[in-house]
């Protein structure tokens, strides 16, 4: 009997009450074709009904595409995912409350199709702890209508331990880029692996139907054994899309440099022009010690490997994306988690496993909300859900952390010349205020680790000290009353060391960083 099938004879296979887990990061490895289908079932049926969908990553191009297709009242039930905003209507679901709605961790769902599939109880980990996932926070429940509780503290030897609870998967929706006739499939021009083979493992196992889309069929065992990702035993039926349904990322079509086909030229960095965000680049970067294992976040965090480009540094660096590339230059926000020129791309789950035994020297992340005990809120702003993705697997375990971001936000206009700030206007909204609302990062449990944690913004520079938030540095020209104390909701602990940043950092030109990195080396031996 021929796997290959209609996506909408595909969708027809998915039943009311059913659980889906899909792979994807952007629109890597989504199954597009699949979730257009879907959508056009239930709104000319009113079928598949109470879905539970499963997801790790952002999945969507953050408009039309990716779990968008299922964000509709009835559709989904249950939602359990690592980020919505790439998926406004799911998002939209969720902040109106019409279905239940569980944000978890993005390592720990890629590993929790692992404990599926070899029905082991759960994931056992100590991410999330201390946070929002917490259930003795708020355990990963992000609507008023979720109650139950998905996520336990278990006692191991007498120590805490989070369990991230396993359940059977019914349908996998997975994406490949090639299969051949008994479904055995490539990922060849995919430029991530992502967990599409954990998950066929997972429902395979849990009795399901697993559902690949490909670009293309060929014969019956003319594929390289050696390309096979997902073996044909796993996988159930094939659906053929057309090629407006395949993209590589949330933006590109199909770049051969993602996929490791190519080596492109990257030629000579454009600099960054001399503003705030080039200025919290330059001393996040300074913490850069020689040989880092480096995560960076979108945003201003991206800049850091911009700023060591400029330096000449980049080869004390070897940058690494939570979805799975390692070494090359990540790309930019419309390709998110892609890299040009990868040494190697390794599945989604296996980088977690890496990150989440302290793999990472350092990571930059994106600094939102912030508040006295150092917790870090990235996750819900009011009814916004954004989600946690990777966020928490990664500032947990990284062995030193940056939250690199402005002072204020909204309107924040300033000027960086002769080595000092000047604030023109202040932005209307503080970032450092009382209680985060949600805790996506626990500055209680960093301080039970003894991780170092550092506070990056263009006039003000603090550390986790004493499980306080303590203000170390202040930028050169920037008064401390009115430009620091008075644009914060709470008083910061103030180091009886306190010292004024690297006016260089100020300067169209600095050229400190690679002296800087040298002296965290002899600081690292002499610890």
Same mark, same amino acid.
């Not at 952007?26 to 049926?45: K, P, V």
């Not at 998926?87 to 929790?112: H, R, W």
């Not at 054994?225 to 053929?240: F, H, M, Q, S, T």
């Not at 480096?294 to 800049?303: A, D, F, Q, T, W």
């Given at each position: 009997?021929?796997?290959?099938?209609?996506?909408?004879?595909?969708?027809?296979?998915?039943?009311?009450?059913?659980?889906?887990?899909?792979?994807?990061?952007?629109?890597?490895?989504?199954?597009?074709?699949?979730?257009?289908?879907?959508?056009?079932?239930?709104?000319?049926?009113?079928?598949?009904?109470?879905?539970?969908?499963?997801?790790?990553?952002? =999945?969507?191009?953050?408009?039309?595409?990716?779990?968008?297709?299922?964000?509709?009242?009835?559709?989904?039930?249950?939602?359990?995912?690592?980020?919505?905003?790439?998926?406004?209507?799911?998002?939209?679901?969720?902040?109106?409350?019409?279905?239940?709605?569980?944000?978890?961790?993005?390592?720990?769902?890629?590993?929790?199709?692992?404990?599926?599939?070899?029905?082991?109880?759960? $994931?056992?980990?100590?991410?999330?702890?201390?946070?929002? =996932?917490?259930?003795?926070?708020?355990?990963?429940?992000?609507?008023?209508?979720?109650?139950?509780?998905?996520?336990?503290?278990?006692?191991?030897?007498?120590?805490?331990?989070?369990?991230?609870?396993?359940?059977?998967?019914?349908?996998?929706?997975?994406?490949?880029?090639?299969?051949?006739?008994?479904?055995?499939?490539?990922?060849?021009?995919?430029? %991530?692996?992502?967990?599409?083979?954990?998950?066929?493992?997972?429902?395979?196992?849990?009795?399901?139907?697993?559902?690949?889309?490909?670009?293309?069929?060929?014969?019956?065992?003319? %594929?390289?054994?050696?390309?096979?990702?997902?073996?044909?035993?796993?996988?159930?039926?094939?659906?053929?899309?057309?090629?407006?349904?395949?993209?590589?990322?949330?933006?590109?079509?199909?770049?051969?440099?993602?996929?490791? *086909?190519?080596?492109?030229?990257?030629?000579?960095?454009?600099?960054?022009?001399?503003?705030?965000?080039?200025?919290?680049?330059?001393?996040?970067?300074?913490?850069?010690?020689?040989?880092?294992?480096?995560?960076?976040?979108?945003?201003?965090?991206?800049?850091?490997?911009?700023?060591? &480009?400029?330096?000449?540094?980049?080869?004390?660096?070897?940058?690494?994306?939570? &979805?799975?590339?390692?070494?090359?230059?990540?790309?930019?926000?419309?390709?998110?988690?892609?890299?040009?020129?990868?040494?190697?791309?390794?599945? *989604?789950?296996?980088?977690?496993?890496?990150?989440?035994?302290?793999?990472?020297?350092?990571?930059? %992340?994106?600094?939102?909300?912030?508040?006295?005990?150092?917790?870090?809120?990235?996750?819900?702003?009011?009814?916004?859900?954004?989600?946690?993705?990777?966020?928490?697997?990664?500032?947990?375990?990284?062995?030193?952390?940056?939250?690199?971001?402005?002072?204020?936000?909204?309107?924040?206009?300033?000027? =960086?010349?002769?080595?000092?700030?000047?604030?023109?206007?202040?932005?209307?909204?503080?970032?450092?205020?009382?209680?985060?609302?949600?805790?996506?990062?626990?500055?209680?449990?960093?301080?039970?680790?003894?991780?170092?944690?550092?506070?990056?913004?263009?006039?003000?520079?603090?550390?986790?000290?004493?499980?306080?938030?303590?203000?170390?540095?202040?930028?050169?020209?920037?008064?401390?009353?009115?430009?620091?104390?008075?644009?914060?909701?709470?008083?910061?602990?103030?180091?009886?060391?306190?010292? $004024?940043?690297?006016?260089?950092?100020?300067?169209?030109?600095?050229?400190?960083?690679?002296?800087?990195?040298?002296?965290?080396?002899?600081?690292?031996?002499?610890?």
């Amino acid at each position: 009997m021929s796997k290959i099938i209609s996506a909408a004879k595909a969708a027809e296979l998915i039943k009311d009450g059913d659980t889906v887990a899909a792979s994807g990061f952007g629109l890597s490895c989504w199954a597009e074709e699949m979730g257009i289908s879907i959508e056009e079932r239930f709104l000319q049926t009113g079928h598949p009904r109470n879905l539970t969908v499963m997801h790790a990553s952002a =999945v969507g191009n953050r408009r039309d595409k990716g779990m968008s297709h299922l964000g509709y009242e009835g559709l989904v039930k249950r939602w359990i995912g690592g980020i919505a905003i790439a998926s406004p209507k799911m998002a939209n679901l969720i902040e109106e409350d019409k279905c239940e709605a569980y944000n978890l961790p993005q390592g720990v769902i890629t590993q929790l199709y692992r404990e599926i599939a070899a029905k082991r109880p759960g $994931v056992i980990t100590k991410v999330g702890m201390g946070t929002f =996932v917490d259930p003795r926070v708020e355990g990963g429940k992000m609507s008023p209508s979720t109650k139950e509780d998905i996520v336990k503290v278990i006692q191991i030897e007498g120590e805490d331990w989070l369990l991230y609870k396993s359940f059977p998967i019914n349908i996998g929706l997975i994406r490949g880029t090639v299969a051949d006739e008994n479904g055995n499939l490539t990922l060849e021009r995919e430029g %991530l692996h992502m967990e599409v083979l954990p998950i066929a493992q997972a429902v395979r196992n849990s009795g399901g139907i697993v559902i690949a889309q490909v670009e293309s069929v060929a014969q019956a065992g003319s %594929l390289n054994p050696k390309d096979i990702k997902v073996p044909g035993i796993l996988v159930d039926y094939l659906v053929v899309s057309k090629p407006e349904n395949h993209f590589q990322t949330e933006n590109t079509y199909y770049n051969p440099a993602f996929s490791g *086909h190519v080596k492109v030229p990257l030629g000579s960095v454009e600099p960054l022009g001399l503003d705030e965000r080039k200025v919290i680049a330059r001393r996040s970067a300074a913490e850069l010690v020689p040989n880092t294992v480096l995560n960076l976040g979108v945003g201003i965090p991206v800049n850091v490997a911009t700023v060591a &480009a400029e330096e000449g540094v980049s080869d004390q660096l070897i940058l690494t994306t939570e &979805a799975g590339s390692i070494g090359g230059v990540p790309a930019g926000l419309k390709d998110f988690g892609h890299a040009y020129n990868s040494e190697a791309i390794v599945d *989604h789950d296996a980088q977690f496993d890496f990150y989440d035994g302290g793999g990472i020297d350092l990571s930059v %992340l994106g600094l939102a909300q912030t508040d006295a005990f150092g917790n870090v809120n990235v996750s819900k702003f009011g009814t916004r859900v954004a989600g946690c993705g990777g966020f928490i697997n990664i500032s947990q375990a990284a062995k030193k952390l940056v939250f690199a971001g402005t002072f204020t936000a909204g309107g924040l206009m300033v000027k =960086v010349e002769d080595g000092k700030l000047n604030i023109v206007q202040e932005g209307k909204a503080k970032k450092f205020i009382k209680r985060v609302q949600q805790i996506t990062f626990s500055g209680s449990y960093a301080s039970e680790i003894n991780q170092h944690v550092v506070y990056v913004t263009e006039r003000a520079v603090f550390e986790l000290q004493n499980g306080k938030l303590t203000l170390t540095e202040i930028a050169p020209g920037v008064d401390l009353q009115t430009h620091i104390l008075d644009q914060m909701d709470f008083e910061p602990a103030i180091s009886p060391n306190l010292k $004024v940043m690297d006016s260089g950092m100020f300067q169209e030109t600095w050229g400190n960083l690679s002296s800087i990195i040298e002296k965290n080396r002899n600081k690292s031996v002499q610890v």
